[in-house]
């Protein structure tokens, strides 16, 4: 994923030297290296050593930072501390607006669990959704109660869990602007070139395809 919001950098899967080869030797570089003023500086080096680089929210934070951006570049507004996310119907359906003289000029939502997401889809069917942006994860509660993660203790409720996770998901993680990554910054002028280029679509995009359910397609896969 190109530009990905979350932090870390993802790179997409699949067999190729060339770029776990980079990112390791710059890790070795910057962990083990004697060079502790290069381009990535002091900080990138704390972040890979020590702490982990990210966003609020556990679901990858893409609506908070895209929200936070929009409203800088378009309505020059920075916006500090937390974002006053409105509760909607649910803990799984919040919106967060922006108003400039009284007008709302952005409206942005969060939205998790397949119920939500019909009424969502429902709304863009019939042309009634008037949301900009809108973040969505089939998992209620967002990926920390998705179907891989731990269950919980006997008796600890689904809703503690999660509270824990999200407690622990934030904790020494740096939370800064993403689009001032100095390590990916440093990625694309070094090894990318730039947003869009074919190095970058070739390493950090991906292709979704229906997956054909079969038993001659699933021993193929295996």
């Not at 600890?156 to 934030?170: A, D, H, R, V, W």
């Not at 993680?173 to 679509?201: C, M, R």
């Amino acid at each position: 994923m190109e530009k990905n919001l979350h932090g870390p950098v993802s790179l997409a899967m699949g067999p190729s030297n060339e770029r776990l080869s980079y990112v390791t030797l710059k890790i070795e570089q910057q962990c083990f290296g004697t060079d502790r003023t290069s381009l990535w500086g002091v900080w990138e080096l704390r972040w890979l050593c020590r702490v982990s680089y990210g966003v609020s929210g556990s679901s990858g934070g893409y609506a908070e930072s895209v929200f936070r951006y929009t409203a800088e570049v378009l309505f020059g507004r920075v916006i500090e501390g937390q974002l006053n996310l409105k509760t909607i119907r649910n803990s799984d359906f919040r919106e967060v607006t922006l108003e400039v003289e009284g007008k709302t000029v952005l409206k942005f939502a969060i939205c998790y669990g397949f119920q939500n997401l019909q009424n969502i889809v429902r709304k863009v069917k019939m042309r009634k959704c008037d949301y900009h942006f809108v973040e969505v994860m089939a998992c209620p509660s967002g990926c920390l109660n998705g179907g891989g993660q731990i269950k919980p203790k006997p008796g600890q409720s689904p809703k503690e869990l999660i509270q824990l996770l999200e407690t622990i998901y934030m904790d020494n993680v740096l939370v800064i602007n993403p689009f001032k990554n100095t390590l990916v910054k440093s990625l694309y002028d070094e090894w990318l070139e730039q947003p869009g280029s074919e190095k970058a679509k070739k390493y950090m995009h991906t292709e979704y395809h229906p997956v054909v359910k079969s038993i001659t397609s699933q021993l193929h896969n295996w």
